[in-house]
């Protein structure tokens, strides 16, 4: 039996794979794929709906980002959001005009209840029963909005300032809403998508990981062959769990090189070796590479992070061109690349937030015949889930996420010796400090970082002129959006005396409370 699947179709917009995330929520899988997409490839792919996503453009600019007018003649049920939306208005006839009003946040929208995605939405207004309408708050992010609905169109919400905040044509099964109901801050949000998902398209929700994870192994094994496979494992969540996949798969076909680039937590790198190294539990090749030197040199006098990633990422590469070379002909190059590394260094037309080390770093030239990515499609949380799956230890899937390029993007400016020793120490006290607490259960990530700022202070009787330690800790479901965790002072003033009395070069402690967006979760 095929599998059900939505297909997200990507014009843009930076919630796209927010989107796929909902959708799987409601155990269907969902797959996104750029706008350009032919008709002929989603033949083939025979989805059980179409979701089209938002985008930063206007359908009537010279910019306008357009589909196939074909899509709207396969009959398969389409939901078009935001941009989706005037798409799939522009495209069919009606008219899509810069709004008088632009609108953007939580608004008011008023749905019709007796429809297919707003049914069961409760009003916290009262209205008569016979006009079948309630309020409810949704995400909207828009200065364009549909003012005329194409002809078999009706419209089906409306705020204040927007006419056609959602319109259907249920003959054809076609859906558009103006907001974004993938956002937590669109209340009913996962309501409506499951609706469609479940109501409009039919899926059944049978998708879950276990049925990932076989699946994944099975075309892991189509895929390799007898060929051998060499595995960048750094210890984090991501890797291990796509070193234990692909071991699962292909067992000692695959060498898993541990790059010990000097840029990672405090005893980091023997942790790792004591798990997938001799004696371990995975069947495996396990080597591990002492290059914190090399990497030191390539990063003195570099400042700027991208450069900073670029530089991690490309000398990743050659450390293990060069360890491919010593154990002979390998033909893959295997990656724990996931979801929220796709989208933040770009997917189709969507905007570029910071290159990860294993997708926009990656060099021109990689000396390997594929790459294989088996994670390049899941979330964060999903990633554990995958692990759980694969029986790897709790105590590792549920560890800190760590980024591939380390320290050095958790060190603002310079990466030198004496800095990553000072945030690796203010680290170990800080996450020590928190675990003691029981405040990391709630806690999707936290970490100290070091900022570039130099400070003056006294200590006993003596003038200090040290750095500042930046504190970061975020509450968060998708990795995707992210808030400031609500630490106890208590336990940040016990963190930061620990710090200054036991780090040598830190006189300040501060503590981040910026949220994801506009900030990212890492400081660079």
């Not at 964060?380 to 591939?404: H, T």
């Not at 800080?430 to 709630?442: D, Q, S």
Request: proline content about 4%.
């Amino acid at each position: 039996m095929q599998q059900e699947m939505i297909l997200v179709l990507d014009f843009g917009g930076q919630y796209n794979q927010l989107i796929a995330r909902r959708v799987r929520e409601c155990h269907v899988y969902a797959e996104v794929h750029p706008h350009t997409l032919s008709v002929e490839r989603i033949r083939e792919i025979n989805p059980a709906g179409i979701i089209f996503t938002g985008g930063p453009n206007s359908v009537f600019g010279e910019q306008a980002v357009l589909c196939d007018p074909e899509i709207f003649t396969l009959g398969i049920p389409i939901l078009g959001i935001c941009y989706g939306a005037q798409l799939m208005a522009h495209m069919l006839g009606g008219w899509v005009a810069t709004a008088p009003v632009s609108e953007y946040g939580e608004t008011l929208v008023q749905v019709r209840t007796n429809t297919p995605l707003f049914r069961g939405i409760i009003s916290e207004r009262a209205f008569s029963a016979k006009d079948e309408m309630a309020d409810t708050i949704c995400w909207m992010s828009h200065t364009d909005y549909i003012a005329k609905v194409p002809d078999g169109f009706e419209i089906t919400a409306h705020t204040d300032h927007c006419p056609v905040a959602a319109m259907q044509d249920n003959s054809r099964k076609f859906y558009s809403v103006q907001f974004h109901p993938e956002v937590n801050h669109t209340r009913e949000g996962v309501k409506m998508l499951a609706h469609f998902v479940h109501d409009v398209c039919g899926c059944r929700g049978t998708w879950q990981m276990g049925s990932f994870v076989q699946s994944a192994i099975t075309d892991l094994r189509e895929k390799i062959g007898d060929g051998r496979v060499l595995c960048a494992l750094s210890g984090g969540v991501d890797s291990s769990v796509a070193a234990v996949l692909l071991s699962r798969a292909v067992g000692k076909q695959l060498t898993c090189v541990f790059v010990d680039h000097g840029l990672l937590r405090k005893d980091e790198g023997d942790q790792v070796e004591a798990v997938f190294g001799p004696g371990g539990n995975y069947e495996l090749n396990f080597i591990r590479v002492n290059a914190a030197e090399e990497f030191y040199e390539k990063l003195k006098g570099v400042e700027d992070p991208e450069q900073k990633r670029k530089i991690i990422g490309e000398l990743f590469i050659r450390v293990f061109e060069r360890e491919a070379k010593k154990i002979g002909a390998v033909d893959f190059l295997g990656q724990g690349t996931i979801y929220p590394d796709v989208i933040e260094s770009g997917l189709g037309k969507s905007a570029t937030i910071k290159s990860h080390h294993n997708v926009g770093g990656l060099p021109d030239h990689v000396d390997f015949r594929e790459i294989i990515e088996p994670l390049r499609l899941l979330f964060k949380d999903e990633v554990r889930q995958a692990g759980r799956e694969l029986g790897i230890p709790e105590s590792l899937v549920s560890r800190q996420p760590f980024p591939g390029p380390g320290l050095g993007v958790r060190i603002v400016g310079e990466v030198t010796p004496e800095k990553v020793r000072i945030v690796q120490e203010a680290d170990a006290i800080y996450r020590e400090e928190v675990e003691k607490a029981g405040c990391a259960a709630t806690m999707g990530q936290y970490f100290a970082a070091l900022s570039n700022m130099r400070s003056v202070g006294v200590m006993g009787d003596f003038r200090t002129y040290d750095y500042a330690v930046v504190l970061r800790a975020v509450n968060t479901s998708d990795f995707m959006t992210a808030d400031a965790s609500e630490i106890p002072f208590e336990v940040l003033q016990r963190c930061m005396t620990r710090i200054i009395n036991e780090v040598r070069g830190v006189n300040r402690v501060l503590y981040d409370l910026t949220s994801k967006p506009p900030g990212t979760i890492e400081l660079e």
